[in-house]
DNA sequence: GTGCGACGATTTTAG
DNA sequence: ATCGTCGCAC
């Protein structure tokens, strides 16, 4: 078979790792060096040349959008849609996994995914169960300790506290959270993980298994693992079998999620893999590449590489320093307003910033300017609270002992049924060992409640009656339908919220109506012996859908730093370059947040193809307060000879953050972290200014005297250090 | 049991 | 500023 179309179009390091003959790699992938095609061809290799068995080839990565896109690709290569090869994200496989196996691992067959909201409601349930104070632990502080100690793999056994106190008690929340989990067949996001581990751990035979089956494992984005992934990674990778993973460390922008770069450094000693780099970079100008290579420099322990390409050498990168920032998305539109009228495409063009509260003024512009825009981020379709409460009934429909759907709807719409009546409830459950449905019916015929309670009781369970008799030999789009219009949820979101708002919770509604019509059972789940409803439940959960049929074809795509990562725009501006925004004040101190927040810099600048802005404000609005700020501390890591300043109006800035660049006379050369001495209150640091001309306040922390608030035209203060 | 006003926190986020 | 949760008044 003539197999060159898969080496045809690759360099020599790419062509390498495709057709690597032995052993483990691990390739050091930079931005836009063409991974993720490396991946593909390597498993179209295997297929084709080694004729190795899709069923014996596993790709993991971290969305459902990598694994779509690469699931296509390998479509697209080999002209045929590879049956039996598993290409999906962690979760997803163990999902698979535990579908096949839940027996085993102590799961019901029934099992249900808890998103995130669902974890927190639940997370809130306890502690307020177990009448602890939720000033002292916070739900959502809770649930981020349940998630922080399962992705390292740790039950609550497994955990030390070294008092009988607080610790003892986030401990004992964990427990309890996880045997109201194990009772009621509940699976989080990080226990899907965690299960299967221990189900390859613990069943040896599973194991050998799975470890004979996938003769090649591929990693997306290893940067990005956390212990339990790799953990996961070691146990299906056998003696016999291949890993090929694929990381970047300078593209490790997660590890205050749990994401531990030191992976790629343990894989190398625990595999001995091939080592192979990837540096030729297909995406951005020479001068961009330069810029973010001069940037990223400036951290230490990388394992090393240096991006290089043969494209032009192109525009410079262009830097304005904004009035405020106000000024800056007028700035930023204005150019998008340029390359638009140049006949570019608004698709073309991405704003991207630190943080989501960012995106407001450059909406506000974009709008009143009518360029079409897409802010990514926010709640996704199966996010939403309208979606989530139909989905309730469904699930309530498919399993009427779905405590957590029962919680979530037995007064949505409001039904006269509080609190108090939802305790009684609970309690009567609790005592009898039943699902909450079960406790209700109960409590209802023994008249247990009271007349006004026990009417509104036997309401709820009527409608969730009527509705399964409804629905039974109905399809998904029916059952949805049926739910939306015999809760009359419209209504009451038309009740007590502004039409506009109202209107697009319906709108939403009727999208559900069409995903459930145009969802296509998987193959593996009907394999799984899964219903159709179970599949639809569990895939919600697991994509929360990524738009569902949003029209953003052809917009200006707002999204923060981190949401950008994987994506390329000819145009890209980077904004709110300032300290404390970017680098975040909250990483600033430490030096290992720091070099994240500038890998962060580095990603950012690398989605740039043609063309990249860098802006920074001189004052924003922060919380209500007017804030002054200088340049990001990455600008002045980027050599002057890349860039070109833009003049604002009448003033010229700096070419480089190097100088402050305050209104001088108003902040009289002050600039927050500045030293100041007080003619009383002795030393001090600037912590914050605010207002203009004779109105400027300036808020000092003495070493002595503490925070103050001082006026600056009296203060009186001098420069120091 | 429901609904409004006060109060406090507020980086980044896929599954 | 803005959003979400809590407490108190109907």
């Known amino acids: 078979m003539d197999v060159s179309h898969l080496l045809d179009e690759l360099n020599d390091a790419q062509r390498q790792a495709v057709t690597a003959e032995d052993g483990h790699l691990l390739v050091l992938a930079g931005a836009g060096s063409g991974k993720t095609r490396v991946l593909v061809h390597r498993i179209a290799w295997l297929i084709q040349v080694h004729h190795v068995s899709p069923m014996g080839v596993l790709a993991v990565t971290f969305t459902n959008k990598a694994a779509g896109e690469m699931r296509g690709r390998i479509g697209r290569l080999l002209d045929l849609r590879p049956e039996g090869l598993w290409i999906g994200t962690f979760h997803g496989i163990c999902h698979r996994l535990l579908r096949m196996h839940a027996a085993e691992v102590g799961l019901p067959d029934t099992f249900q995914i808890l998103d995130s909201e669902d974890q927190y409601r639940l997370v809130r349930r306890v502690i307020r169960d177990m009448e602890l104070d939720e000033g002292e632990h916070p739900p959502r502080q809770v649930q981020g300790f349940i998630n922080q100690h399962k992705d390292e793999g740790r039950r609550p056994e497994h955990i030390e506290h070294f008092d009988r106190g607080f610790q003892a008690r986030q401990v004992d929340i964990y427990r309890r959270y996880q045997e109201y989990c194990e009772r009621s067949g509940l699976v989080d996001f990080a226990e899907l993980l965690l299960r299967t581990v221990e189900l390859l751990r613990d069943h040896p035979e599973r194991r050998a298994h799975y470890q004979s089956r996938f003769g090649h494992i591929l990693v997306d984005e290893f940067q990005d693992t956390n212990t339990l992934q790799y953990a996961l990674v070691r146990l299906l990778a056998g003696n016999a079998n291949r890993l090929l993973v694929v990381g970047d460390d300078d593209q490790s922008i997660y590890g205050w999620r749990g994401a531990r770069v030191e992976n790629v450094a343990h894989f190398d ?45 192109g525009e ?159 399809s998904l789009a029916e059952a949805a339908g049926a739910v939306i219009r015999q809760t009359e949820l419209v209504a009451w979101y038309q009740s007590r919220e502004p039409a506009d708002r109202a209107e697009a919770r319906e709108e939403n509604l009727a999208e559900l109506v069409r995903a ?46 981190h949401s950008a990562k994987g994506l390329e725009f000819p145009l890209v501006f980077l904004a709110g370059m300032e300290e404390g925004l970017f680098p975040h004040q909250r990483s600033i101190e430490e030096p290992g947040r720091l070099a994240e927040e500038r890998r962060l810099c580095y990603v950012g600048m690398t989605r740039a193809m043609q063309c990249l802005y860098i802006t920074h404000a001189e004052s924003r609005q922060t919380y209500g307060q007017t804030n002054f700020s200088r340049p990001s501390r990455f600008v002045a890591e980027i050599p002057d000879s890349l860039i070109e300043s833009i003049r604002s109006g009448f003033r010229v800035t700096p070419a480089t953050g190097r100088t402050d660049s305050h209104p001088q006379g108003e902040a009289g050369g002050l600039s927050l972290g500045c030293g100041v001495r007080h003619a009383r209150f002795g030393l001090g640091t600037v912590v914050s200014l605010e207002g203009q001309g004779p109105n400027a306040r300036i808020q000092v922390n003495f070493e002595q005297a503490g925070s103050k608030w001082l006026v600056l035209a009296y203060a009186n203060l001098e420069r120091v250090g």
């Open 269 to 313: 000693r625990d595999f001995r893999p091939e080592i192979i780099r990837l540096e030729q970079n297909y995406r951005s100008t020479r001068t961009i590449l330069e810029a973010a290579n001069r940037v990223i420099d400036h951290n230490d322990d990388r394992m090393g590489k240096n991006l290089w390409t043969e494209g032009e050498q």
């Open 316 to 474: 410079p990168i262009r830097l304005f320093a904004a009035f405020n920032a106000e000024e800056e998305a007028e700035f930023v539109i204005a150019r998008i307003q340029e390359w638009i009228a140049q006949g570019g495409r608004p698709s073309d063009c991405a704003v991207l910033y630190r943080s989501n509260a960012q995106s407001r003024l450059f909406e506000q512009v974009l709008l009143r300017e009518d360029i079409p825009y897409r802010v990514y981020g926010g709640l996704r379709f199966f996010e939403r609270a309208e979606i989530k409460d139909a989905m309730a009934y469904l699930r309530l429909l498919h399993n009427p002992h779905d405590d957590t759907a029962f919680e979530r709807v037995i007064n949505v719409p409001a039904r006269g049924i509080g609190e108090r009546t939802v305790a009684q409830i609970r309690a009567h459950a609790g005592s009898h060992a039943q699902s909450l449905g079960q406790a209700a019916t109960e409590l209802v015929a023994q008249g247990g409640l009271s007349a006004r309670a026990g009417n509104a009781v036997r309401g709820f369970l009527q409608l969730i009656d009527a509705l399964i008799e409804a629905t039974e030999a109905a």
């Open 516 to 561: 459930a019509d145009s969802f296509h059972q998987p193959f593996e789940d009907e394999q799984a012996g899964l219903s159709p409803m179970a599949s639809f439940l569990s895939q919600a959960a697991l994509e929360a859908g990524e738009h569902q049929g949003e029209r953003w074809q052809d917009c200006v795509q707002l999204m923060t730093l």
